[in-house]
RNA sequence: CGGGGCGUAGCGCAGCCUGGUUAGCGCGCCUGCCUUGGGAGCAGGAGGCCGGAGGUUCGAAUCCUCUCGCCCCGACCA
């Protein structure tokens, strides 16, 4: 490929619809271009990096026994109202008719669709247990698109689901994805976790998703800084500390505290720590006002907290200043524990709290000297805040950190949702017909190029690995008009090409810094300049763009060692 | 869906508040000269329904109304 021939707009300048350094990189050098908010075209470099993503997801999905299919985009309505997801999924699927007012969705995901074909053409254990995937573009009707490919409306997934015949089985398969899954983020030269997506209250975790670990991640996760403990803020377990055994316990004592009501002015005013006092919240939970206590310092996961009570999120809210008083008589900012009349949920924290302060349910007056279990008991008690970095680690006790990250990946044990909502059933070794038990595994294609963008860059552009960057080499000529080293580019790239690399030569007849700023932005991971000094001294220069490492070698010598580079770098990530 | 911002040449922007010749600037593009190891220089040139519709006015990029699009924060989603 001649680069005056190829499609490669790159920009001198941000754009300025970009906010994340991948869209900006993205744009300038010349991978995507926009069409409609949250829907991308892939120019020739962006759709080779995404190629080579597929490819590594290929590769690994094969490998772990997975094959390959591809299923229609479009869906029928009937086969969604089967499973009840025509209703429930909402505003994000994107709903049309055909000719004869048939009602159809664009696939956002393909449960209904491969549960269907398997119902159709599995009926027995002993063609158990199989693995299916496809690679394919899905349209979600996002209510916000944004950061270019991170979060699009119409983007490239990967997408597998598994049927096995025992739960057993089921377990296996996971295990099989989530090693593949952790072979493709590495070969992809991806700093990732693998994170706990599910509160494993019963009988261990199946879900996990799986997050590149940067700044512009739309999702905050814990990691442990010792062990590979890793977890999504609402499942992140809080190590329930000890209790204190040799404090004294004081007398609860009344403190008038006139307009004080905010805990930090509570605390400057009381002379103590936000760590000192427990803070009483109250939610309305289905009509219901409940009580929420928590140390001064900490917050509320609204997950955890609805799992405690057993409702959905949905169904829960804080109260505003009106209900609060109608709930419980006192305003805002004075409320406690003690005497309260209505359901009272304790943070686990609490009970291995001594002598703290608490609103003493009078307006202008707090309470010192509280102590849960003497001075009052809650309805409920557990573990209902977030995390903190001064948390420990609930597997190693080591230091945990708060991060971002982006999910390009979610793996999930199904069980029977599916398969029992479309009566996919099979027959077992005893010759009962029961339903299949489904995984189901995703990876975002096109978001993984965005995240590695993310991880991988400088100021002048875009450094991908070798394993996904578009093409493995560029050859500059820097100056087309001279004879002696056009012939000698135009060799290099030739052998290049015969020895199957993926090669660029920028024949381009612009000026040499003009090559170097491109070469730099669009990101090839080896640069191979003919120029002034293969002239004077015969030398070839070989840049690596990851490091700037630099080799000047002899014309004969150039293309072994470009691809003894290039194997190596390839090397580093298999 | 709530809040905020922005639509002027391919890209980045100025002009708008305070209406008034032919709507500017930088980059890019085309032609020529010159230059050739990190986005050169000179000269000439092309390119605009000032997002769209309606209104106010003698006169609208500029003021008013409506509308469409894009971006950000939040909600939502995963």
Redesign the pocket.
């Given at each position: 490929m001649r680069f005056s021939q190829l499609l490669i707009p790159?920009?001198?300048?941000?754009?300025?619809?970009a906010?994340v350094v991948s869209h900006k990189l993205l744009l300038r050098a010349g991978y995507i271009r926009?069409l409609?908010?949250?829907s991308y075209t892939y120019l020739p470099m962006g759709l080779a990096a995404i190629r080579k993503v597929e490819q590594i997801v290929r590769e690994e999905m094969n490998r772990a026994g997975a094959q390959e299919l591809l299923m229609p985009m479009v869906q029928p309505a009937d086969l969604w109202q089967e499973s009840g997801r025509w209703q429930e999924y909402?505003k994000?699927l994107i709903r049309l008719k055909d000719r004869h007012n048939r009602a159809f969705c664009l696939g956002p995901t393909h449960e209904e669709v491969i549960t269907d074909l398997i119902r159709k053409n599995i009926h027995s254990y002993r063609q158990l247990p199989i693995n299916l995937y496809q690679i394919q573009t899905k349209y979600?009707d996002?209510?916000?698109?944004?950061?270019g490919l991170m979060r699009g409306r119409e983007f490239i997934m990967k997408d597998g689901y598994s049927f096995d015949a025992t739960d057993q089985g089921a377990e296996e398969t996971y295990e099989k994805m989530k090693y593949a899954y952790h072979r493709i983020f590495s070969r992809c030269g991806l700093t990732f976790r693998a994170v706990d997506a599910d509160s494993g209250s019963i009988g261990g975790s199946f879900s996990h998703e799986f997050m590149v670990l940067a700044d512009t991640g739309?999702?905050t996760i814990v990691v442990c800084k010792s062990c590979s403990y890793a977890a999504n803020m609402e499942k992140a377990i809080c190590q329930k500390g000890n209790a204190p055994q040799d404090i004294a316990l004081k007398e609860v004592e009344r403190i008038e505290t006139p307009g004080k009501r905010k805990v930090k002015v509570v605390c400057d005013f009381l002379q103590i720590k936000p760590s000192e006092l427990v803070k009483t919240l109250v939610y309305i939970v289905k009509d219901e006002a409940i009580a929420v206590l928590l140390r001064g310092d900490h917050g509320v996961e609204d997950i955890k907290l609805a799992n405690l009570l057993g409702v959905s999120d949905?169904d829960m809210r804080l109260a505003d200043d009106k209900e609060l008083f109608d709930a419980t008589g006192t305003p805002s900012g004075y409320l406690g524990p003690m005497g309260l009349k209505i359901r009272v949920v304790a943070d686990q924290e609490i009970g291995n709290m001594r002598n703290f302060t608490v609103g003493a349910n009078e307006k202008n007056f707090h309470l010192q000297g509280v102590n849960m279990g003497r001075d009052f008991t809650p309805t409920l008690s557990g573990d209902i805040r977030k995390v903190t970095a001064e948390d420990r680690c609930v597997a190693c006790g080591g230091k945990l950190e708060l991060t971002k990250g982006i999910?390009v990946g979610?793996i999930f044990k199904l069980g029977t949702k599916y398969s029992e909502a479309l009566k996919a059933t099979f027959l077992d070794d005893q010759g009962d017909e029961i339903p299949f038990i489904m995984g189901c595994y995703g990876i975002g294609v096109s978001r993984v190029v965005a995240a590695a963008i993310e991880q991988h860059h400088d100021k002048?552009g875009i450094k991908l690995p070798v394993a996904i960057a578009p093409v493995q080499a560029l050859v500059l000529n820097?100056?087309p008009?001279d004879e002696e080293i056009s012939k000698a580019a135009q060799d290099i790239y030739g052998q290049l090409q015969r020895s199957h690399i993926e090669v660029i030569l920028d024949d381009r007849d612009e000026?040499?810094?003009?090559k170097?700023?491109?070469a730099?932005?669009i990101g090839i991971p080896f640069r191979i300049?003919?120029?002034?000094?293969?002239s004077k001294e015969g030398m070839i220069?070989v840049?690596r763009r990851t490091d700037g490492e630099t080799v000047s070698i002899p014309l004969a010598d150039t293309v072994a060692t470009v691809m003894d580079l290039i194997n190596k770098a390839g090397a580093e990530l298999a």
């Open positions: 790159t920009l001198k300048e941000d754009p300025s619809e906010e926009k409609t908010s949250g909402g994000e979600r996002e209510a916000r698109p944004r950061f739309e999702d949905e999910e979610h002048d820097l100056s008009k000026r040499p810094g003009i170097f700023k491109d730099d932005l300049t003919v120029g002034k000094s293969f220069e840049r």
